[in-house]
């Protein structure tokens, strides 16, 4: 008994071509959250062509929601380990360190998100992307950024409708957060001894961003490539978020809004402290499995 496909009669698929392969890698390297049916929307090919591409072609599994290589390169796997080492120090040299830390990214929230917990979350490296009913996010959705730390969320904003978050919005976006820092974390803010961590996407590591980082005191934190686990954005915060909308409708983009900060306020703090604890945890599995 076999599940492969038997060979057919007709004409055969051209959407598996170089480049549709270097289409959707574009699409995917804007962002690794993107899902297969937004790549269907975005470049007019079908489901089935893009899950073979992805799968076959960019050797890309889901890990935490986003979409990264199956296996890392050495220099990748290097880079990783001496980021873990890096934390590790600071950890050793700074028990306290981790409550210096603000950290944040941006997310996808729906009107409705058919996704199960299970079917958002990580996927082994040896099994396919996870298979799901065909039902579509609502076309009602909005752009969160969200910064937090050990205390909770220190900023949150959503980006306007079809405004793209290139390098200069989120400059924009920094300047708030600061802004939120100084009102809401005054001890961080006069002190100027704390850190920001974000992930590598394209805006986040522009060299405008990270001029201003540099100018304005937020002494980044190294983070390694295709490694949302060890993201607290990504293994805490946005699938906690999203546990508490999936399966919900809202039929506005004002109500997406709000039902999306409600469950940010409902989030308790002591799981905000818990994340920094499993962070650390994160890093020591990574250092151990070298």
């Known amino acids: 008994m076999t599940i492969e496909d038997q060979p057919r009669s007709g004409r055969p698929s051209t959407s598996r071509t170089d480049d549709n392969v270097e289409k959707i890698n574009s699409l995917i390297s804007e962002d690794f959250r993107r899902t297969i049916d937004q790549l269907v929307h975005m470049s007019g090919m079908s489901w089935s062509s893009i899950q073979r591409i992805v799968s076959k072609d960019l050797h890309m599994r889901r890990v ?32 306290a360190f ?91 803010w006069q002190s100027g001894d704390w850190f920001f961590h974000q992930d590598n996407a394209h805006a986040h590591t522009a060299l405008s961003v990270k001029q201003f980082l540099t100018k304005n005191g937020m002494t980044p934190i190294v983070h390694p490539p295709y490694s949302p686990d060890l993201a607290p954005s990504d293994f805490f915060l946005f699938p906690r978020l999203k546990r508490d909308l999936k399966g919900r409708r809202f039929t506005t983009l004002e109500e997406v809004k709000q039902k999306s900060l409600d469950a940010l306020k409902l989030i308790p703090l002591n799981e905000f402290e818990q994340c920094f604890e499993k962070w650390k945890t994160r890093l020591d599995k990574c250092v151990a499995a070298s």
Do not use: M
């Open 64 to 95: 935490a929601a986003k979409l990264v290589p199956r296996l890392l390169t050495d220099e990748q796997r290097e880079r990783r380990l001496q980021a873990c080492f890096e934390l590790q120090n600071q950890l050793q040299e700074d028990p």
């Open 98 to 188: 981790f409550s210096k830390v603000i950290t944040g990214d941006e997310s996808w929230c729906y009107g409705y998100d058919p996704e199960t917990k299970h079917q958002s979350s990580r996927s082994t490296s040896s099994s396919p992307l996870p298979k799901k009913c065909r039902l579509d996010h609502s076309n009602i959705k909005t752009l969160l950024f969200c910064f937090f730390d050990c205390r909770g969320v220190v900023h949150s904003e959503f980006v306007p409708p079809g405004q793209t978050v290139n390098q200069h919005f989120y400059l924009e976006v920094l300047k708030r957060l600061r802004e939120s820092i100084r009102k809401k974390r005054a001890d961080l």
